[in-house]
């Protein structure tokens, strides 16, 4: 069974930028559509950057596109979330997620089966 595990989040400057990782065990990353979720203190989880099993395919969220870019190393079984021009609305716990043979939908969330426990980002102003 696949497990997820997030890294990179930490407390950040306005305009920073900044990546997050997240490491697949167990399961090749080539197989498995790979999303970004955040969620900010007292708001719902929101769909932030996914692609498709193949690669084909990759969505933003309209908050993000132009400044969020989302990669996968397959060598490494790792996925990336590059973020750039950081703003204080980016401040939240962002979450890994993944689907087998995936691609990459938006919605609805529970399409994803693995998650990792997320990494917190905080950026001041």
């Known amino acids: 069974q696949m497990q997820l595990e997030e890294s990179g989040g930490r407390l950040v400057q306005a305009g920073d930028s900044l990546r997050l990782s997240c490491t697949a065990s167990?399961?090749?990353?080539?197989?498995?559509?790979f999303a970004w979720f955040r969620q900010a203190p007292g708001k719902g989880r929101e769909f932030v950057a996914s692609?498709?099993?193949?690669?084909?395919?990759?969505r933003y969220a309209a908050s993000v596109k132009g400044r969020f870019t989302i990669s996968r190393v397959r060598a490494k079984n790792t996925i990336y979330l590059q973020m750039n021009t950081l703003s204080p609305d980016d401040t939240a716990v962002y979450y890994c997620?993944?689907?087998?043979?995936?691609?990459?939908?938006?919605?609805?969330?529970?399409?994803?089966?693995?998650w990792g426990q997320g990494t917190q980002v905080t950026v001041s102003t």
């Open positions: 997620a993944a689907e087998f043979s995936g691609d990459g939908t938006e919605a609805p969330q529970e399409v994803y089966n693995y």
């Open positions: 167990e399961g090749n990353v080539g197989d498995y559509a």
């Open positions: 692609h498709s099993w193949n690669g084909v395919t990759t």
